[in-house]
């Protein structure tokens, strides 16, 4: 496990923020090593039992009550996150891939970067401890491919995430994929996250990550969630985005945020709407916003969905 301290000193007292790691290579080594009806332990109680808290609120147990239930190796599997019982000699050049310590220098970095920023703006952070590590991705997980071999998570307030196919282009866009998931850390620290969760809401929250993992690393980072959609469909995403924006909960606004494809693998009603328009929507209304007001996107990142939206009704039909 690494560490790294960063003080920031506020008008109030003065914060210590620490950014910490599980070095994941280590625990990869171990598991490809291992016997196989050893290795989902391993990745249980060495990789997983860590971001414990995470998978809490998500109520994923670490392991199953009984054989075949629900467990994290099962729900990461559908996430498109490597199987412990997969690994062994044939993914060790993918263990050595993610082990460059510049890799985990550059996501460290990006991820305190990210946090910086808000208390560069006066924004006190509620967390003050962050954890992160970086997994690798299933290949043939159909998310997975939707999203060109990388992605992340951090949804949870102290736990951020990334899982990839390590390709030399994947690993040089970890770092800006993280800083989008930070900023998802910090906003549910000031926004309630709920089950009945609005698609408005989703909306701002993915894009103002993705604006702001932009803003830090470049356009040129900017990820498939919103480069893969074709400009010239936007006015009709638009329009059928926006007849759905009061739909609330997973199941019903899965298809207006990552399209008609993954909803139709989780048996979930479908809208019409390609590959993450959603993310896509949010993005250039985020933008939008932006330009509009003239407000910073870490001022911005804290507000509620409401406020934003309301600002920018004419973007619809812009």
Request: charged content about 25%; hydrophobic content about 40%.
């Amino acid at each position: 496990m690494m560490q790294s301290e960063q003080k920031a000193r506020t008008e109030k007292e003065e914060t210590i923020m620490t950014v910490k790691s599980i070095y994941s290579p280590d625990v990869y080594r171990k598991i490809m090593n291992a016997d196989q009806d050893k290795k989902d332990d391993i990745y249980r109680y060495e990789l997983m039992l860590p971001f414990k808290g995470k998978w809490d609120c998500y109520h994923i147990p670490i392991k199953a009550s009984r054989e075949g239930a629900y467990d994290i190796i099962m729900a990461n599997d559908r996430l498109g996150i490597f199987p412990p019982s997969k690994v062994d000699m044939t993914t060790k050049d993918w263990i050595e891939a993610i082990s460059n310590q510049d890799l985990w220098d550059a996501c460290q970095k990006s991820i305190e970067n990210a946090l910086e920023r808000f208390l560069s703006k006066g924004i006190e952070l509620k967390v003050q401890e962050y954890l992160f590590t970086i997994f690798l991705a299933n290949p043939e997980n159909a998310y997975t491919k939707m999203n060109e071999g990388y992605c992340g998570d951090g949804g949870i307030p102290g736990f951020v995430m990334g899982w990839l196919v390590p390709t030399m282009a994947n690993l040089k866009k970890l770092p800006a994929a993280l800083a989008h998931e930070t900023n998802h850390n910090v906003r549910y620290q000031f926004i309630k996250w709920t089950n009945d969760i609005t698609l408005g809401e989703m909306l701002v929250g993915e894009g103002l990550a993705e604006n702001y993992a932009t803003t830090i690393h470049g356009e040129e980072f900017l990820g498939p969630w919103v480069s893969k959609t074709d400009p010239e469909l936007m006015p009709l995403i638009k329009e059928i985005i926006h007849d759905g924006l009061n739909a609330t909960g997973f199941e019903n606004i899965t298809a207006y945020l990552y399209g008609d494809e993954m909803a139709r693998m989780q048996y979930f009603p479908e809208a019409g709407l390609p590959y993450c328009a959603g993310y896509a929507v949010g993005y250039h209304l985020i933008r939008y916003y932006l330009q509009k007001t003239g407000i910073s996107i870490e001022e911005a990142t804290i507000l509620p969905h409401e406020e934003i939206l309301k600002e920018v009704e004419e973007f619809w039909t812009a």
